[in-house]
């Protein structure tokens, strides 16, 4: 009778959904991220339901990137949104199939796009820039997007990635500190759209196309890995459903 009420008491304990904390950064990218618990974007919904379907009680922090970054190293989050970077490949972990990140468990798929000053003549054909030698030219791009800081400097580009938030970011753009600006499309149009920021133009075609993944923090226990396992195949059945659409 004893092991009975034992394990009769022990069943509410073991349905209980596990703690995840997910650092989202504060980046605005509508729809998918609105940087407004009370207004979701459609990858923070999917991030959370997800997260319910697979026993996940997920809690969302918007947060710096460079905070979301220690918080990883020093085991205060269990995940974060990231793109699939060399260097973030070596540091965190991505849904993997055959040796390769899994394109069908992604979050997102976005656009990093460039920025100039109104009037400069530089043009992007999708492949190079005309108008300047690559090494003649700074591109800033916020700090910790590795996916942008990367692919610029494999091309030839300086860069600075010192900007905190995209505001300061384009400010630097604006002041000319830096010749191009390379960020998150959405993110982009939506700082933009102040009127001290209307000297600036977004050129038509992206620098490069990203998927961007719910990225796991060094360390996770292996039970932890398991639980993501189920989180990554509950994002890639729920992400093509009409609540989860970005259109």
Not at 32 to 39: K, S, T
Not at 71 to 95: I, K, R, Y
Not at 136 to 158: D, H, I, P
Not at 209 to 231: H, I, T
Request: aromatic residues 6%; proline residues 7%.
């Amino acid at each position: 009778m004893l092991a009975v009420l034992l394990a009769w008491q022990a069943l509410p304990l073991a349905a209980q959904p596990a703690d995840w904390r997910v650092c989202v950064t504060d980046l605005v990218v509508p729809p998918y991220l609105h940087n407004n618990p009370r207004r979701l974007g459609v990858a923070e919904r999917l991030l959370i339901d997800a997260g319910e379907a697979a026993g996940l009680r997920v809690e969302l922090l918007r947060l710096p990137p460079l905070r979301c970054r220690l918080m990883l190293d020093s085991a205060q989050v269990e995940a974060t949104l990231a793109a699939p970077t060399a260097q973030n490949m070596a540091e965190l972990g991505f849904p993997m199939r055959n040796g390769a990140v899994d394109r069908t468990r992604r979050l997102a798929h976005l656009r990093l796009m460039w920025v100039k000053r109104a009037g400069r003549e530089l043009v992007w054909d999708g492949r190079q820039m005309h108008g300047a030698e690559p090494a003649a030219l700074t591109v800033g791009a916020r700090a910790t997007m590795r996916s942008a800081t990367e692919a610029l400097q494999s091309q030839g580009f300086k860069v600075d990635s010192a900007a905190l938030n995209t505001r300061q970011l384009l400010g630097k753009l604006l002041a000319g500190r830096v010749d191009l600006v390379v960020g998150i499309e959405e993110d982009l149009r939506h700082a933009m759209r102040v009127a001290d920021l209307q000297d600036l133009t977004l050129l038509p075609q992206p620098f490069l196309a990203v998927d961007y993944y719910a990225a796991l923090a060094p360390g996770l226990l292996p039970a932890q890995r398991e639980q993501a396992e189920r989180w990554w195949a509950e994002i890639a059945r729920l992400r093509e459903l009409p609540p989860y659409r970005p259109d």
